[in-house]
Structure formats: structure tokens, C-alpha cells
């Protein structure tokens, strides 16, 4: 490559650093306190880093290992269910991690939606928005079912269709009052989740 070339060079990738500058300084949203400014794209940090352990742990216990362990164990025997929590693993920790490091680079309001908009393309944030409104359409109703399956092994006295109105208000309700209490209502869950593990 010439000097001159090289030359040339330099300035394209001062201006793309300066462009990449003012880019983070338009879309970064600082985590202020409530009240500060207008308040508008602000965000405030309400899970505490029990809230996140818990979080984090409560996570990996779904419905799933209560429910569908012993026919995947049956079917696949220990190495195959070995490998496909391992495979599995691998793609849900290479998401987050691809997601921690894009939050951590640019914190965006509206969460992954947004992130797509950002770095891919606003149709693409469009198709992600719709594909996660109808990926809840479908699991809500199903935790709900699966919530009724597990209590009916109890009591079944009682008709299903009371355990899943009384499951879908809680998690409405949850919903409704903010991060704090997602955050408070995640640690309960999780610890109730665990000692189940601990004790079975």
C-alpha cells in the first residue's frame, strides 16, 4: 500500500471513530434517579443483585425440568439429555452473552426490540416485536396449563380452570406493578424453586 493510500486512510478512520462517538452520545440513556429531567428516556435501576442472582437461577428451573425431565430421560437416556441441556446451554449463554455486550456497549430503552432496530434494521425490530408478542400468545397459556398439571398432582378436587385464573392474576398483577416487584416476586419463586430441588 502506497503513502499516499495510507494517508487516506487515516482520516476515514478518525471520522468513523467520531461518528461512532456521537452515535453512543445520541442513543445513550444514563441510569439517573427518578425525577431527574423530564424523566423521558430514563431509566432506573429497581432489581437489586439478589433480584439478578435469582433471576439467573430461577431461570434455568422452568416448568420443563418438573414436568418433562422423566420422558426426555427415558427416551434419551443420561447422555442424551446431557447433551441437549449442553447444546441448548450453549446457544441461551451465547444469546446473553451477544445481548450483555451490545447493552453494555449502547443502553438503549425498550430492551432486545430496540437493540435490533439500533444495530440490525427497524423491520427487523418490527418482525422481532411481533415474533415476541406471539411467542408469549403461545407460552402463557401453556405455563398456565402446566402450572394446573403440577398442582392437580396435589389436589384434584379442585377444577383446573381455577388454578390458571388464579396463576394468570398473579402474573398479570406482577406485571402491572413494575420491575421492583417482578424483582421481589422472581426471588420468591426461585427460592421456592430451589429448596423443591434441594428437598426432592
Same mark, same amino acid.
Given at each position: ?7 487516506e ?53 422452568g ?40 447493552? =453494555?456497549? %449502547?443502553?438503549? +430503552?425498550?430492551?432486545? #426490540? ?5 444495530? $440490525? &434494521?427497524? /423491520?427487523?425490530?418490527? @418482525? ?13 397459556? =401453556?405455563? %398456565?396449563?402446566? +402450572?394446573?398439571?403440577? #398442582?392437580?398432582?396435589?389436589?384434584k378436587? $379442585? &377444577?383446573? /380452570?381455577?388454578?390458571? @385464573? ?12 413494575g ?5 421481589? +416476586? ?15
Open positions: 500500500m502506497s503513502e499516499s493510500n495510507l494517508k486512510k487515516v482520516p476515514d478512520t478518525q471520522l468513523s471513530q467520531e461518528r461512532v462517538n456521537e452515535d453512543v452520545e445520541k442513543h445513550h440513556i444514563s441510569y439517573e434517579t427518578e425525577g431527574a429531567g423530564n424523566g423521558e428516556g430514563k431509566l432506573k435501576r429497581q432489581l437489586k443483585a439478589r433480584h439478578l442472582g435469582f433471576i439467573a437461577i430461577g431461570g434455568v428451573i416448568t420443563g425440568l418438573f414436568l418433562g425431565t422423566a420422558g426426555a430421560l427415558k427416551k434419551g437416556g443420561p447422555i442424551g439429555l446431557l447433551l441437549g441441556y449442553s447444546i441448548m446451554g450453549t446457544i441461551c449463554l451465547s444469546v446473553a452473552v451477544s445481548l450483555g455486550e451490545m447493552v =453494555a456497549y %449502547l443502553p438503549i +430503552a425498550g430492551g432486545h #426490540i430496540s437493540l435490533a432496530a439500533r444495530f $440490525v &434494521n427497524p /423491520a427487523f425490530s418490527f @418482525t422481532m416485536g411481533w415474533n415476541y408478542y406471539y411467542n408469549w400468545v403461545i407460552i402463557l397459556p =401453556a405455563e %398456565l396449563s402446566a +402450572a394446573a398439571v403440577l #398442582i392437580n398432582y396435589w389436589n378436587t $379442585v &377444577n383446573n /380452570a381455577a388454578w390458571i @385464573t388464579m396463576c394468570l392474576v398473579v402474573a398479570v398483577a406482577i406485571n402491572v406493578l420491575a421492583g416487584a417482578y424483582g421481589e +416476586a422472581e426471588f420468591i419463586f426461585a427460592s421456592i424453586k430451589v429448596l423443591t430441588i434441594v428437598s426432592i
